[in-house]
């Protein structure tokens, strides 16, 4: 009998299945790339984490379900990556991916008792905030892409919220959870969402 930890989390198959829900027409941004740019990262800081498969599997489900007109996305992602991954490893290792995948919607931290969990979740939700520090012209294509994603919603309701949302990220003492990626990227993404802030509202 095969041991859950011997089967991988995230197989050839899965990807594909996955890769096929991020490649629909809708997703500007949060597509393959986005997933590909957080697993890139998930290697850079493979050596911090605690459980870095676990880490792999929240980011490629993290937004597996992603309808910019429905307010459950991340809920619907994480009881899809709890059915997808039943039976690959044990409940209590699903149900921390599955945290980690509903804290996408606030980016707060998950309530784990676990210190080696809650390094695993600050550095899984750092990897997808960092395009807010992304050099500028990264920055703005990402910012026209999430307008995209939105193009249903008139532009002074978009200005609105979308104002509202980047002054919430800049109102935090830190944008991101760790000292990594806090030195790697608070400094630009304070400067990024400070001026398309200053675009939204001119």
Known sequence: ??????????????????????RAEDRHYHNLGHIEAML????DYRALLHDPEAVEAAIWFHDAIYDSKAKDNEAQSAALAEKDLAGRTDAERLSRIAA????TSTHQLPSFDDAAAIRDASLFLDMDLSILGAEPDAFDAYERAVRREYAWVEEPMWRAGRSAV????????????TDEFRQRFEPQARQNIARSIEALTG
């Open 100 to 103: 980690m995948i509903l804290a």
């Open 40 to 43: 890139a990262l998930a290697e």
């Open 166 to 177: 980047l002054k919430s990220f800049l109102a935090r003492e830190n944008i991101f959870h």
């Open 1 to 22: 009998m095969t041991n859950l930890k011997d089967r991988p989390l995230i197989d050839e198959p899965l990807k594909r299945q996955l890769s096929e829900l991020y």
